[in-house]
């Protein structure tokens, strides 16, 4: 009565299901991320929507930038649908399907407005869950020029410390904290859930390439300024340069050991996953 599971997922054997599942959960904790599950989903149901080129993705944050009437980056569902982006130009008659995915889309990923209770989604965020690829650089490359491309700069594949975070946690990190992959075990899973160690990941990993590191990550305590003969002011500044313009890519995020299990973890995301039951 098109209800519940499709025939030949009631069919499939348990053990097969979980094996197809431990695609979103390599590390065995027992978590699924819907949202991540519902992208699979989107992307194998709208090739469209997976085949998206990098110049697609930035004329689609154009036209999402162009819907949203105050600008704050957020958009009202009528916003959306006004919004003309890749995946809908195709489309010429009958039931349109793009502007029922766009609907779906909004329902699943919009959240509440704490002051009225209405419903916004995030221009970037909703294209970051548009952003999969064959091969994890592949998806990880759309990504990072979604959030460069938003956050002012040129379209490129390198990026600064917020840019990193937020291709990492979407929803910020206390919102990933609950279905984190792995237990943290070792000093390289701090990189997965504090910002102020992604900026360290980014220095280790641009030292690593034998790249200049500008500024400092870390700001220095009273005492090290005293040493150190700086102000407050110019110890601002030295950090606040290292977070701007200290820049990774995705090569060297996934040449970097320590960078790749950040990647592999925080990145997976952006890998295709090709559901069959």
Same mark, same amino acid.
């Given at each position: 009565?098109?209800?519940?599971?499709?025939? &030949?997922?009631?069919?499939?054997? %348990?053990?097969?299901?979980?094996?197809?599942?431990?695609?979103?959960?390599?590390?065995?904790?027992?978590?699924?991320?819907?949202?991540?599950?519902?992208?699979?989903?989107?992307?194998?149901?709208?090739?469209?929507?997976?085949?998206?080129?990098?110049?697609?993705?930035?004329?689609?944050?154009?036209? %999402?930038?162009?819907?949203?009437?105050?600008?704050?980056? *957020? &958009?009202?569902?009528?916003?959306?649908?006004?919004?003309?982006?890749? *995946?809908?130009? #195709?489309?010429?008659?009958?039931?349109?399907?793009?502007?029922?995915?766009?609907?779906? &889309?909004? !329902?699943?990923?919009?959240?509440?407005?704490?002051?009225?209770?209405?419903? =916004?989604?995030?221009?970037?965020?909703?294209?970051?869950?548009?952003?999969?690829?064959? !091969?994890?650089?592949?998806?990880?490359?759309?990504?990072?020029?979604?959030?460069?491309?938003?956050?002012?700069?040129?379209?490129?594949?390198?990026?600064?410390?917020?840019?990193?975070?937020?291709?990492?946690?979407?929803?910020?990190?206390?919102?990933?904290?609950?279905?984190?992959?792995?237990?943290?075990?070792?000093?390289?899973?701090?990189?997965?859930?504090?910002?102020?160690?992604?900026?360290?990941?980014?220095?280790?990993?641009? !030292?690593?390439?034998?790249?200049?590191?500008?500024?400092?990550?870390?700001?220095?305590?009273?005492?090290?300024? =005293?040493?150190?003969?700086?102000?407050?002011?110019?110890?601002?500044?030295?950090?606040?340069?290292? =977070?701007?313009? #200290?820049?990774?890519?995705?090569?060297?995020?996934?040449?970097?050991?320590?960078? !790749?299990? *950040?990647?592999?973890?925080?990145?997976?995301?952006?890998?295709?996953?090709?559901?069959?039951?």
């Amino acid at each position: 009565g098109g209800r519940g599971l499709p025939q &030949l997922w009631a069919a499939a054997p %348990l053990p097969r299901i979980r094996e197809c599942l431990k695609v979103f959960d390599p590390h065995g904790t027992g978590y699924l991320e819907w949202r991540e599950l519902l992208s699979a989903f989107v992307a194998q149901s709208f090739p469209t929507v997976a085949n998206a080129k990098l110049l697609q993705l930035g004329e689609a944050l154009k036209a %999402l930038d162009a819907a949203d009437k105050d600008k704050d980056g *957020f &958009l009202t569902l009528k916003e959306l649908l006004e919004a003309k982006i890749w *995946f809908q130009l #195709s489309y010429r008659s009958g039931f349109n399907r793009f502007e029922a995915l766009k609907r779906i &889309l909004f !329902t699943a990923l919009s959240e509440p407005v704490e002051a009225t209770g209405d419903r =916004r989604l995030g221009c970037m965020t909703l294209l970051l869950h548009l952003c999969s690829a064959e !091969t994890l650089e592949g998806g990880m490359d759309k990504a990072f020029h979604v959030v460069a491309r938003a956050g002012g700069h040129l379209p490129g594949s390198s990026v600064n410390w917020d840019q990193l975070e937020k291709a990492a946690y979407p929803y910020g990190r206390d919102a990933h904290l609950d279905v984190g992959r792995a237990q943290p075990s070792t000093d390289t899973d701090a990189y997965r859930y504090t910002g102020i160690d992604i900026e360290e990941l980014i220095e280790h990993t641009l !030292t690593a390439s034998g790249e200049e590191v500008k500024g400092r990550a870390l700001a220095l305590t009273s005492i090290q300024q =005293r040493v150190a003969g700086v102000t407050v002011e110019e110890d601002d500044i030295a950090a606040a340069e290292h =977070r701007e313009e #200290s820049k990774v890519s995705v090569k060297q995020l996934l040449n970097y050991p320590n960078a !790749t299990e *950040f990647a592999e973890q925080r990145m997976q995301r952006y890998l295709l996953k090709k559901l069959i039951i």
